[in-house]
């Protein structure tokens, strides 16, 4: 995403939008999972009041003190993020994940569409023209957190009931040559240190309004 001082708040945006298809893409696949087992039915409170207040949440989330600027946020977050704005952007979502639930046989192909998808979505609603190393960058990230999900939704939940879960459970991807060259860090680890903490900060909050 090579782009001058005037693109900046397209990118902004476009980086918004996808936190919160992180925040989507995370509510999708634990909803495989509490199909299975009801009692993380709990965690979707977190994320819903996440996403009610999702302005103030990003505000916070990047304040002074917590590893990231707001100068990084669009300058019509409130706006674009209010009541209406957020129905329409999950509207947006659900419509994508309903057209591959009828299209593909199978979860993690699903997942893998809505994902391919929404990312193509956000970047034309923020015209924002996603080269292809960009493009595969956040694919794979986002294959990534999604594996991360899976493990981290697993669990909390009893191994005997593993085998009744329908949630897209993405393949692992082979340790690459690359890995090895760089004494085998892996620069979705670091993903996750800024990414991930949106789905714990969701399982906290559902856990506090009990």
Known sequence: MDMGQAEKPKAAAFLTDYILLRIYVAKYVLAGYAETYAPLLDLFRGFEKVEKKFSLFMERETAPGHGAERKFLPPDLRRRYDERGMRKTIELFDSISRR??????????????????????????????????SFWFFTREMNGYIRYLNRFYSGLIPPAIHER?????????????????????????????????????CALIAAGSR
Do not use: Q, W
């Open 100 to 133: 591959y639930e009828e299209r593909e046989d199978t979860p993690e192909r699903v997942m893998k569409c809505i994902v391919d998808e929404c990312l193509s979505t956000i970047a034309i609603r923020n015209e924002i023209s996603l080269s292809a190393p």
């Open 165 to 201: 879960i329908k949630a897209p459970m993405m393949e692992e991807e082979t340790r690459s040559d690359a890995d090895e060259e760089s004494g085998g860090f892996n620069y979705e680890r670091a993903a996750y240190i800024i990414f991930a903490i949106a789905g714990v900060i």
